[in-house]
Structure formats: C-alpha cells, structure tokens
C-alpha cells in the first residue's frame, strides 16, 4: 500500500475542477495537474479565470483549458461538459468546488442573498453531477468529491444560509454514493472548516473578532492551508481511494472529531 500511495498519479484522466479560477479550487487544480491530470479550469470572471490558465498552463507541462460560465445555469453546465468531451473525450473526475455564501447572521440576509449562496453553493454541484455523470455511467468509472464545510456540523455563527447550501451537498453526496457505486464511480465531500484565503479576509476585515473565533474552536490553533485541503481532494480522487465513497471528510484541524 505505501508503494502505491507514493506512486499514485492521475496520468491520462481528465477533471473538472469548478471555482478553480482563485483560492483553494487553484490549488486542487494545480495538484491534480501535478499528478498527471488533464484540467478544465472553470471560474465566472474571464479575465481571472484566464489569468490562472496561463499560470497554470506555465506550471506544468500537462494539458490545461478553460472555461467561463455561472454553473448555476443548466446551459452552462452543459457546454462546459461539450467542451470537455469535445477537448479530451471524457470526464473521469469532477471536482465541485464552485461557491461562495453571503455570510451574514441569517436576519441581516436578503432574498437576494440567499438565492445567490444557496445557487453557488448548490446548485453548482447539482448541475454538475447531474451533467457528468452519464459520461462516468458509459464509462464504469468515475470519482466526484465535493468541497462542502466543516460549519455544517458545527453551527459555525453566521453561516445558516451558507449552510443550507453546504447541507444539501453532504446529503447529496451520500445518495449519489449508493446509487452510482456499481459503476465504480465514488463521490465524497472534503469538509474543511476556516480556510486561509480571500474569503476569509473579506470577514475578517468587517469582523476581526468573528474571524478569532471561528479559528478559537480548532484545536491545531489556525486556518486551514488552502494546499491541505487540495492534499485530501487529490487523495479521494486516486485508484487509492477506491473504496472510500460517501463520506464526509472533514479536513478541521480537530474542531470536529466524530
């Protein structure tokens, strides 16, 4: 088994990695490209979702493209799935880390804001499986993981809306998992709690002391690194994993332990 894990690679397989424009969905990207997949990276903004292309593209020698769409829309998901097959053939690897909430405390949301966590958060990743997994079906072969989040478990302050969002994607995860495991196709949730990135300097700049104590509960005494969590999307993504599927992994640093 120690020889496997060390010589683990994604050579030849193809991934969708959704939101991978910035911040933890780039890093994911980037080891999956590091271990010899082939990616599609999919963002909202072009010029930031280009940008990382041709960092990426400038990283590796492995094959890279892009893609520009809100994954909330069904007709996006599905020319994002075209371009992919059109490009490489196949989807062996979805990763759903498309998101984003409104965090706020849930009176202070709008109509508007909830929609929008709920659609980024969500929706995203319904669209996706839902688009995806035919290809993996004809194939008998594929691996889904979702980044979900640590607060579902823990009433993290703030994030009700975000939450609900978040929610639906554990419980999705684990009706997939049943359904498709005969078609080797596994689908898990990597649940990280705060994470090091953009999105927690936005609230920490309109909430210092929020941000103190959503660090406060983890026993390890910090954010989690934006590469830990790539580090346990890359493994549930390999042959390695193949008999984890339908899981909640949460990457917590211990602010969670069963």
């Not at 060390?6 to 193809?14: A, F, I, N, R």
């Not at 804001?113 to 958060?121: F, G, K, Q």
């Not at 994470?195 to 104590?213: G, M, N, Q, S, Y």
Request: proline share 2%; with cysteine; hydrophobic share 40%.
């Amino acid at each position: 088994m120690e020889d496997r894990l060390l010589s683990e690679t994604l050579t030849e397989k193809v991934a969708i990695v959704t939101g991978s424009a910035r911040g933890i969905g780039y890093e994911i990207a980037k080891k999956l490209l590091h271990s010899g997949a082939k990616v599609v990276i999919a963002g909202t903004d072009e010029e930031r979702t280009k940008s990382a292309y041709k960092q990426l593209k400038a990283l590796t020698e492995q094959e890279v493209i892009y893609f520009t769409g809100d994954l909330s829309n069904e007709r996006n998901v599905d020319d994002l799935v075209q371009y992919t097959l059109n490009t490489w053939g196949k989807i062996d690897i979805l990763i759903n880390n498309a998101g984003g909430g409104v965090i706020l405390p849930f009176l202070e949301q709008t109509p508007e804001t909830l929609r929008t966590t709920i659609d980024r958060n969500l929706w995203t990743a319904v669209w996706c499986c839902y688009k995806v997994l035919p290809y993996m079906v004809e194939n008998n072969y594929g691996r889904i993981v979702n980044v979900g989040a640590d607060s579902v478990r823990n009433g993290l302050w703030d994030h009700a809306a975000y939450n609900a969002a978040k929610g639906g994607m554990h419980a999705m995860t684990t009706g997939l998992a049943r359904e498709f495991a005969k078609y080797d196709i596994t689908v898990n949730t990597i649940a990280p709690p705060a994470v090091d990135c953009e999105a927690l300097d936005r609230i920490r700049e309109r909430d210092d002391a929020l941000v103190d104590k959503y660090i406060d509960i983890i026993p390890k005494g910090r954010a989690a690194r934006m590469e830990e969590v790539a580090d346990a999307v890359w493994y549930v993504s390999t042959e390695g994993a193949s008999f984890i599927t339908g899981q909640v992994i949460s990457v917590n640093g211990g602010s969670n332990m069963l």
